[in-house]
């Protein structure tokens, strides 16, 4: 057995047509799986598509919104019809609105909480019924430094992202039996569309920089290892974690 090869597996990533959702589909589709992605922006998955397809990888993608839980379903099927199986998903789908907490509405609330945590809850629920029926999946949910540390003006972000840490360990314990294991990758601070602002203030990037030991931010490929590992045999014994991939930053 080839500890890292998936070779003959089928991955779907949610939130793949950029940032660290993109990173992770191009990663799983180098070491051999084929992969089917998701956004809300047709053009940007078409073209991280065309890039799955470079490495002589079969791709897929689909403009749904994850949030609609029919939606997701349907896409799922049409995978599963194609494909017969799908043995990786990745909730990659995420935002952040960076709001005083009393500043936040309703609707703030519910967009953030939308993103990061119902559409990891129905993706899962529309893929789990297959990974039961062949005894095998491996799910990766994508948490933050947040999941265990606070920031100022990140409310919601950091309640839906410690409630996705939380909904690892439930579907962890509750579908070791079926052969699914359930993990999740907590990113430290890296450079996406959804960060850029914050490195374009200079000062609060030495601030990062000083609070990590490695005293750098992190280049999104450096999630590429953890993503292959959680969704590789390399990683059967293990389910219910998250591997945070901050440079040291929870640790300092």
Not at 54 to 78: E, H, P, Q
Not at 94 to 113: A, H, I, P, Q
Not at 155 to 182: N, P, W
Not at 218 to 232: H, K
């Amino acid at each position: 057995m080839k500890l890292f090869d998936l070779s003959g597996k089928t991955a779907l990533v949610t939130g793949g047509g950029r940032g660290i959702g993109k990173t992770i589909a191009l990663a799983l589709a180098e070491a051999g799986a084929n992969v089917a992605i998701t956004s809300r922006t047709e053009s940007e998955l078409k073209e991280t598509a065309d890039t799955i397809t470079g490495f002589s990888r079969r791709a897929y993608y689909s403009a749904v919104d994850a949030r609609n839980a029919d939606d997701i379903t349907g896409f799922v099927k049409d995978i599963v019809n194609q494909e017969g199986k799908i043995d990786i998903l990745v909730n990659g789908a995420g935002t952040n609105k960076r709001l005083s907490f009393l500043e936040v509405t309703e609707e703030d609330w519910d967009y953030v909480m939308d993103i990061n945590q119902k559409t990891a809850v129905f993706t899962s629920q529309a893929v789990i019924p297959y990974m039961k029926e062949q005894r095998y999946g491996k799910i990766i949910n994508i948490a933050s430094l947040t999941s265990e540390i606070a920031f100022p003006n990140m409310s919601a972000y950091a309640a839906s992202k410690g409630g996705i840490s939380q909904l690892t360990k439930s579907l962890a314990v509750e579908f070791a039996e079926d052969g699914i294991l359930v993990n999740a990758i907590g990113p430290g601070y890296f450079k996406t569309e959804m960060t850029k602002s914050l490195f374009a203030d200079e000062k609060r990037v030495e601030w990062m920089k000083s609070r990590i030991p490695l005293r750098r931010t992190g280049e999104v490929e450096e999630l590429q290892g953890a993503a292959i590992f959680l969704a590789s045999h390399a990683s059967d014994y293990v389910t219910g974690q998250t591997i945070y991939v901050d440079g040291g930053w929870l640790s300092s």
